[in-house]
C-alpha cells in the first residue's frame, strides 16, 4: 500500500489506480475500493458492497458537514460517528444481525485522519459530470471507469453564516448574477425581498431577507446551510429532492418545519434500526425528532424544509447520561 498523498502531516493510504482507473484506500483495518458499479469495503470480521453513486452521495455529506451531528449511516451497515474531535468509523454497528453475530467492527480515527482519507476517496472517486450534491434529474451519472473529476463540485463550500445571511461580512444572497438561477421546480416563487428601514445607528443590526427566495435559488438538495445564529440556535433550512443520502443518527433532537411541498420520513430506532414510524410532512408541519432515533427522508419533488439545530456543545452527553429526555415535549 503505497502513501501517495499527504495534507498536512496527516498521511492518506491510497493504492495506485485499478482497471477501473480508481484508487483504493485503507484507513485502520478498513479499506476500501471502487469499480465502474460498486464501492467494496473490507474490516477484519466482514465485507460490505454498496453502489458507488450512493456511497458518493453520502461520503460527500460527511464531508461537507465534517461529520454532522451524532451518526451518518451511509445505508444500514457502514457509517461514521463524530465524537467531535474524533470520529469513530463502523461496519454493522447498528444494525442488529451483524451484533448478534458479532461481525460488527468499530474504530476510532482522529477527525484530520478521517477527513483527509474521505476527501481524498471523493475526489478520486467523483468523475466529471458527477455532482453528488445535485439531485439525480440535474446530474450525470456517478458509474463507468474513471474518467477526469469534479472538483469544483465535490470541494464546494458550505454556507455557514456567522450571524445572518445578507448582512456585511457575511454570507451573500443568492441572484442570477452571481450563478444562482431559481430552480426548475419553484418558478412560481415570488422573487420580492422585505424592506428594512433600521433607526440610524442601528442599520447594521437589523436584517431581513426573503428565505424563499433565497431556497429557490439552491443549486443542492440534502445540503442543511446555516443562514440565521443565535448562540447556539441555528437555522439550516435546504431544499431536498429523491432521497436524504445517508440515514442520520441524532446525538440530540431535531426540530424540521416543512416550508414547502411534502417529505416522507422513515424513522427507526438509533442503535437496532427497528422501524419507529412513518411521518408524512407538509407544508406548516412541524415536527420534533428525538434523540435515540435514525431517520431518512424521501422528497418526490423540490421542497422546502427548516431543520433547526440546537449546537450546544454538553447535550450529546446530556441525553446520553439521562440528565435530558430524548424528547423535547410530552403530550
Ligand atoms: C437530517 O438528518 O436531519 C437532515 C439532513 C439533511 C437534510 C435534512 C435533514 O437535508
Ligand atoms: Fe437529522
Known amino acids: 500500500m503505497a502513501i501517495v498523498e499527504s495534507e498536512s502531516e496527516i498521511q492518506v493510504q491510497a493504492g495506485a489506480p485499478n482497471e477501473a482507473g480508481y484508487r ?27 453502489s458507488a453513486d450512493t456511497f458518493l452521495k453520502a461520503l ?17 451497515v457502514l457509517g461514521t460517528v463524530n465524537h467531535y474531535g474524533t470520529v469513530d468509523l463502523f461496519a454493522g454497528r447498528y444494525n442488529d444481525a451483524y451484533r448478534k453475530a458479532e461481525l460488527d467492527h468499530v474504530e476510532n480515527f482522529p477527525t484530520e485522519l478521517i477527513r483527509a482519507t474521505f ?24 458509474f463507468g471507469p474513471k474518467r477526469g473529476d469534479n472538483t469544483a463540485a465535490v470541494t464546494r463550500r458550505r454556507v455557514t453564516a456567522k450571524r445572518m445571511v445578507g448582512l456585511p461580512e457575511d454570507e451573500p444572497l443568492r441572484s442570477d448574477e452571481s450563478g444562482f438561477p431559481v430552480n426548475r421546480h419553484f418558478v412560481d416563487v415570488v422573487q420580492d425581498e422585505p424592506e428594512v428601514h433600521a433607526e440610524p445607528g442601528f442599520e447594521d443590526q437589523v436584517n431581513a431577507f426573503n428565505l424563499f427566495k433565497y431556497l429557490s435559488r439552491s443549486d443542492v438538495t440534502w445540503n442543511p446551510s446555516v443562514v440565521s445564529v443565535c448562540k ?44 419507529r414510524a412513518r411521518v408524512v410532512m407538509r407544508p406548516g408541519d412541524v415536527a420534533a425528532m428525538p434523540a435515540d432515533i435514525r431517520h431518512q427522508g424521501y422528497a418526490p419533488k423540490r421542497s422546502m424544509l427548516l431543520v433547526w439545530e440546537n449546537a450546544a456543545g454538553d447535550l450529546p452527553e446530556l441525553i446520553a447520561s439521562g440528565k435530558l429526555p430524548t424528547n423535547p415535549v410530552e403530550f
Open 232 to 275: 447556539d440556535s441555528l437555522y439550516c433550512p435546504t431544499t431536498e429532492e429523491y432521497i436524504l443520502p445517508i440515514i442520520h443518527g441524532n446525538d440530540r433532537v431535531e426540530w424540521f418545519v416543512q416550508l414547502s411541498d411534502v417529505i416522507h420520513w422513515t424513522v427507526e430506532d438509533r442503535d437496532s434500526g427497528a422501524m
Open 60 to 76: 460527500q455529506r460527511d464531508v461537507a458537514w465534517d461529520f454532522f451531528y451524532g451518526i451518518v449511516n451511509f445505508d444500514g
Open 24 to 50: 483504493s484506500f485503507t484507513l485502520g483495518e478498513f479499506s476500501f475500493s471502487r469499480d465502474d458499479y460498486f464501492v467494496y469495503l473490507q474490516w477484519p470480521t466482514g465485507s460490505h458492497v454498496l
Open 119 to 142: 476527501k481524498r476517496m471523493l475526489g478520486d472517486w467523483t468523475v466529471e459530470g458527477f455532482d453528488p450534491f445535485a439531485s439525480p434529474d440535474e446530474t450525470g451519472s456517478a
